[in-house]
């Protein structure tokens, strides 16, 4: 089953004290953090949904991620970003992962708890006390998505899910905030070692660059968003530097990958050509094989070190 995850980060605000103190402890942002680890468990369809903060989306663009914005991000709660994300991805998962931002300190085991668990919400624990990520069956999000009642993500998910399963890890970041300064150093510290990963930068290329994570995520977007401009702000890039991306990959290749309908008042549409569909269809299973592979090697290679 293919998962996704939805990292909420539209609360976090440059103008936020506890944030600031956070990032200048923990060098990586509470978001970076999620998605390293998500990355490490091989989840790489991941959705960060922010709020006015550009400089966040500049600073994660490296992680081939897509973007969405809450821009009621002050006045509105994280479930109204949760829906915001999930709408975005669920169509296109099997399950989707849960991360809001406040809860950074999860470990990859418990998420590969929660992967092989069933059930239409799946919650860790830790001494008794139920914790992040939630992960939900693709299935009942339209439900997500239409509950209005009181009671935030939580209430969404009892109200929605048939079957929520709970599994205890042993893991005591799952259940743990940002809370004071001292608390915080004793999480990260504890984090650090496991976020330890192989970095690897797949791609294609001939003369000039095909394909690799920015332009994946582009055509992924191009293809759900029907539109090369509002695929370019999900993925946060610029309008000029998405069609550069597209022009040199379609000269390489000698072919088109966008099939483009200009459009008049409303502006033109875009959709995937049927070979742009075929590469980026064999361009993912090739990604992921590679990433597999690659993960696998580096649990071999440094097996009962580096936090193995």
Same mark, same amino acid.
């Given at each position: 089953?293919?998962?996704?995850?939805?990292?909420?980060?539209?609360?976090?605000?440059?103008?936020?004290?506890?944030?600031?103190?956070?990032?200048?402890?923990?060098?990586?942002?509470?978001?970076?953090?999620?998605?390293?680890?998500?990355?490490?468990?091989?989840?790489?369809?991941?959705?960060?949904?922010?709020?006015?903060?550009? !400089? %966040?989306?500049?600073?994660?663009?490296?992680?081939?991620?897509?973007?969405?914005?809450? !821009?009621?991000?002050?006045?509105?709660?994280?479930?109204?970003?949760?829906?915001?994300?999930?709408?975005? $991805?669920?169509?296109?998962?099997?399950?989707?992962?849960?991360?809001?931002?406040?809860?950074?300190?999860?470990?990859?085991?418990?998420?590969?708890?929660?992967? =092989? /668990?069933?059930?239409?919400?799946?919650? +860790?624990?830790?001494?008794?006390?139920?914790?992040?990520?939630? %992960? $939900?069956?693709?299935?009942?999000? +339209?439900?997500?998505? =239409?509950?209005?009642?009181?009671?935030?993500? /939580?209430?969404?998910? !009892?109200? /929605?899910?048939?079957?929520?399963?709970?599994?205890?890890?042993?893991?005591?970041?799952?259940?743990?905030?940002?809370?004071?300064?001292?608390?915080?150093?004793?999480?990260?510290?504890?984090?650090? +070692?496991?976020?330890?990963?192989?970095?690897?930068? $797949?791609?294609?290329?001939?003369?000039?660059?095909?394909?690799?994570?920015?332009?994946?995520?582009?055509?992924?977007?191009?293809?759900?968003?029907?539109?090369?401009?509002?695929?370019?702000?999900?993925?946060?890039? =610029?309008?000029?530097?998405?069609?550069? %991306?597209? !022009?040199?990959?379609?000269?390489? %290749?000698?072919?088109?990958?966008?099939?483009?309908?200009?459009?008049?008042?409303?502006?033109?549409?875009?959709?995937?050509?049927?070979?742009?569909?075929? $590469?980026?269809?064999?361009?993912?299973?090739?990604?992921?094989?590679?990433?597999?592979?690659?993960?696998?090697?580096?649990?071999?290679?440094?097996?009962?070190?580096?936090?193995?």
């Amino acid at each position: 089953m293919r998962t996704g995850a939805v990292v909420t980060a539209a609360n976090i605000t440059e103008r936020d004290e506890n944030i600031n103190a956070f990032d200048d402890i923990a060098v990586m942002s509470a978001p970076e953090r999620i998605v390293a680890t998500l990355k490490k468990c091989g989840i790489d369809d991941i959705i960060v949904v922010t709020g006015y903060d550009a !400089k %966040l989306r500049k600073k994660m663009r490296h992680f081939g991620l897509s973007f969405a914005e809450n !821009k009621g991000y002050d006045v509105t709660d994280v479930l109204q970003s949760a829906k915001l994300g999930l709408e975005k $991805i669920y169509r296109r998962c099997d399950r989707v992962l849960f991360c809001p931002s406040g809860y950074p300190f999860f470990g990859d085991d418990t998420v590969r708890a929660l992967v =092989s /668990s069933e059930g239409d919400a799946v919650i +860790p624990s830790y001494g008794g006390k139920k914790g992040h990520p939630l %992960l $939900i069956d693709s299935e009942i999000v +339209p439900r997500i998505l =239409s509950y209005e009642e009181e009671g935030g993500m /939580s209430g969404a998910v !009892k109200k /929605s899910a048939k079957t929520i399963t709970v599994v205890p890890v042993d893991d005591m970041g799952c259940v743990s905030s940002k809370s004071d300064e001292e608390e915080i150093k004793k999480l990260i510290d504890r984090q650090n +070692p496991t976020l330890i990963r192989p970095q690897i930068e $797949i791609g294609l290329a001939g003369m000039r660059n095909i394909m690799g994570m920015q332009m994946k995520q582009l055509l992924i977007q191009v293809d759900r968003l029907g539109s090369v401009r509002e695929a370019s702000e999900s993925v946060g890039i =610029s309008y000029s530097a998405a069609w550069n %991306l597209i !022009k040199e990959s379609e000269e390489e %290749l000698g072919s088109g990958l966008i099939d483009r309908q200009n459009g008049g008042r409303f502006g033109g549409t875009a959709r995937l050509t049927g070979e742009g569909r075929i $590469i980026l269809d064999r361009y993912i299973k090739y990604e992921e094989e590679v990433s597999e592979f690659a993960n696998a090697k580096f649990d071999e290679c440094f097996k009962g070190i580096l936090g193995r």
